[in-house]
């Protein structure tokens, strides 16, 4: 264990991933880029509102759990959570009615109802399926690095897992259950955490509607960046070493070839035995000599990124009513929305967008009598324009806001407003297009065929984050950063760790 680590970048990832190789005894030194650990689940403070950056769902809350034991720390020593009641509410663009949802059958099923009459058994069903595979998928693959085909369809998956819809696309699977086009989206929605679009998705990640409508949505007291700061907290505990403000600017290597050592922006260099990467896989391959990178610019530009977004971070004098903490707005033409994301990129004509109001919930994130919204609009990454167009277009999404989110004169109580969308992505975090997330999870993208966490070229050369496996998400960096560890220590189970 005295081979010396170095971690690029302190994302989700790359914080877990330090910890769980300080426990075991490697000396771990973590270099972030930026003034911030946390990665894309930053957080800033100005004219008395506290806004998280980036995500805002807290999912999954057994795989933070699992994390969390492993070692040897329990989540509610770290994280106030709460659970959110109702989880969400859906606004349907130009039907003037929303509606809201628990991430409990028997409070969520009359509202289906109402949406698609006798509905009530066939969702019963459908996340009964869910469940299965989503236990599945946590015990067959989810926790195991697979190099071929033949790693992902091991006995237990290939039994097991003939219900895993892995080769079905998820609009298919889902309109095969129901019909309305308003029950058909809230069963598709959840694919945009994964950056993903339900026309080239695999119906496998229907295990989504098991962690939405079974599971619960939670929120840590004093915002989602709670969970990096206290990853850092159990880090410094363990001895691992944090830089911020390092930007790596190159990888250097000895013959073989293996890694040797990293120079900083400012020249410095720092020598290690093994790095592990947390910085997305094209910026981390850019850092090598061209012969040592595993994907050439023409494996890049084929790639389908996962959307970018324009964000507002917006502080409001007064109370919103209409609002609870996490909302939705859909799109009606559901198939173009999709598409102006993903395969004819332009602004969106009718948007879907996504509002989370966490001073609903945490007082401290907003002054007294005031409203702390996030807004998020899911946009094409690559998307080019002016800041004045940036601005017409936050401009047209609050109209849009005031009136189908029955939310009038908002504009006029915004006392604090920033702009955060596709440049500030890819200067800010290093990101490929100013994607927000990574790289979607397509057909063509998804389990063996996304990114590997081994460098093929560069012995040593690891990666955790969204761009490897399993993929986009908070909860599931921690799983990125326990396949990274296992590659490690050469472990290749399919289990989750019971130790370190
Ligand atoms: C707007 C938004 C909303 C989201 N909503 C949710 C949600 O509600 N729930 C959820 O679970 N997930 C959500 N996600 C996804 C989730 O936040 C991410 O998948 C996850 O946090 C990414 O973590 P990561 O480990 O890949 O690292 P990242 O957060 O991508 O961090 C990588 C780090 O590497 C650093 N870096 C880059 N280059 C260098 C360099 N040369 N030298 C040093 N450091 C470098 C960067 O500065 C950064 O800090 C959201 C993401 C975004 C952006």
Not at 19 to 25: M, R
Not at 379 to 406: G, P
Not at 442 to 458: D, E, G, H
Request: net charge negative.
């Amino acid at each position: 264990m005295n081979q010396k680590i170095i971690v690029i970048g302190g994302g989700i990832g790359g914080l877990a991933f330090a910890n769980l190789a300080a426990k075991k005894g490697y000396p771990v030194t973590l270099l972030e880029k930026n003034e911030q650990l946390g990665g894309v689940a930053g957080q800033f403070s100005e004219a008395g509102f506290t806004f998280d950056m980036g995500p805002s769902w807290y999912l999954m809350p057994d795989v933070f759990q699992s994390y969390f034991d492993l070692l040897g720390e329990k989540v509610e020593d770290h994280l106030h959570l709460v659970r959110l009641d109702p989880s969400y509410r859906i606004f349907f663009q130009n039907q003037g009615r929303s509606f809201d949802f628990y991430s409990d059958l028997e409070r969520d099923i009359p509202t289906f109802e109402s949406l698609e009459p006798g509905v009530g058994p066939v969702l019963r069903d459908y996340l009964e399926k869910s469940k299965y595979q989503y236990e599945i998928a946590i015990r067959g693959f989810m926790y195991k690095n697979n190099d071929t085909i033949f790693d992902f369809l091991n006995k237990q998956v290939a039994i097991e897992g003939r219900e895993l819809e892995v080769f079905s696309k998820m609009s298919d699977y889902v309109n095969k259950h129901f019909k309305t086009d308003e029950v058909q989206k809230i069963m598709q929605y959840t694919l945009v955490f994964l950056g993903s679009s339900p026309y080239n998705t695999p119906a496998l990640y229907n295990i989504m509607s098991h962690i939405d409508f079974n599971m619960g949505v939670f929120y840590p007291k004093g915002g989602i960046h709670e969970i990096p700061k206290a990853l850092v907290r159990i880090g410094e505990k363990l001895g691992v070493k944090y830089r911020t403000s390092v930007p790596i600017a190159q990888i250097n290597t000895r013959r073989g070839p293996s890694v040797k050592s990293v120079r900083l922006e400012n020249g410095e260099k720092i020598e290690a035995d093994i790095i592990v990467s947390n910085a997305s896989v094209h910026h981390t391959e850019s850092l090598l000599p061209r012969p040592y990178r595993d994907h050439s610019q023409r494996y890049w530009n084929s790639r389908k990124l996962a959307p970018s977004a324009l964000i507002m971070y917006l502080g409001v004098e007064g109370k919103v009513d209409s609002l609870t903490h996490h909302n939705l707005l859909f799109s009606p033409d559901w198939k173009k929305n999709f598409a102006e994301i993903f395969d004819a990129p332009q602004w969106p004509t009718d948007p879907s967008l996504y509002i989370c109001v966490p001073s609903k919930t945490d007082p401290s994130v907003a002054p007294e009598g005031c409203e702390n919204l996030f807004v998020l609009v899911p946009i094409a990454a690559r998307t080019e324009y002016t800041e004045d167009e940036l601005e017409d277009q936050s401009n047209r999404i609050l109209r849009l806001i005031e009136k189908e989110m029955d939310c009038p004169g908002l504009r006029e109580r915004i006392i604090y407003k920033k702009l955060f969308s596709v440049k500030d992505f890819e200067s800010h975090y290093n990101k490929l297009g100013g994607t927000a997330l990574g790289l979607s999870h397509t057909m063509m993208q998804t389990a063996i065929l996304r990114p590997n966490n081994r460098s093929k070229k560069v012995e040593n050369l690891f990666y955790v984050g969204a761009d490897t496996n399993p993929g986009i998400g908070m909860p599931i960096q921690l799983i990125s950063a326990e396949l990274a560890f296992k590659r490690i220590i050469g472990d290749t189970t399919s289990a989750h760790l019971a130790s370190v």
